[in-house]
């Protein structure tokens, strides 16, 4: 009887002290992704690059939705099928606050910028590439559409956009 007790009081312990643990801690806020979707494509496509490796993605993302071949809104854009691997996910977890503050400010200074097509095209570091990858792939389409190549720190941002 003493050895259920003494587990009982362990385990309720643990029940208290576990919501302050490191994990929890690190699991981030909860972001709601459909709102702010090309905040967390930045955050996770490029978190780990240079501010203008940030803003290529999302200038990329825009590009794709002014042009006839993609979805006409950012949303459809990212949740394409096929294009960000990171969608599949059931739930993402921001780890770092910072940086997703840094890709909000960034998606919506550049969807800002979108309504002056003039200060757009002028700002975009892609050059109206609506097709990037990692440095070290090759794709099938790279060929076929490997104009406007703009290398940005890890990625390669390629294709001209075509106006819808």
């Known amino acids: 009887m003493q ?10 312990v643990m029940l208290l002290i576990t919501p ?6 690190n699991a981030g806020p909860r972001i709601d ?24 993605v999302a200038f990329l993302i825009h590009n794709r ?22 969608t599949k996910r059931k739930r993402i977890v ?3 606050k910072v ?11 550049v969807a800002v910028l979108r309504n002056d097509m003039p200060a757009y095209r002028k700002a975009d570091p892609t050059k109206g590439a609506v097709f990037f990858n990692a440095k070290h792939l090759r794709p099938k389409h790279f ?14 941002f390629f294709g001209k956009r075509r106006h819808t």
């Not at 459909?34 to 780990?48: D, L, N, Q, S």
């Open 3 to 12: 050895g259920i007790l003494h587990t009982l009081i362990l385990g309720l």
């Open 20 to 25: 302050f643990s490191q994990a929890s801690v």
């Open 33 to 56: 992704c459909r709102k702010e979707i090309v905040a967390c494509a930045v955050y996770m496509e490029a978190r780990g690059e240079s501010l203008k490796g940030q803003y290529s």
């Open 65 to 86: 939705s002014m042009d006839s071949r993609f979805p006409t809104n950012v949303r459809d854009v990212v949740l394409q099928r096929g294009q960000f691997p990171w």
């Open 94 to 96: 921001i780890t770092d």
């Open 99 to 109: 940086a997703f503050d840094r890709a909000r400010a960034i998606a919506r200074k």
């Open 143 to 156: 060929k076929k559409h490997a104009t406007n190549i703009t290398v940005v720190d890890n990625h390669i």
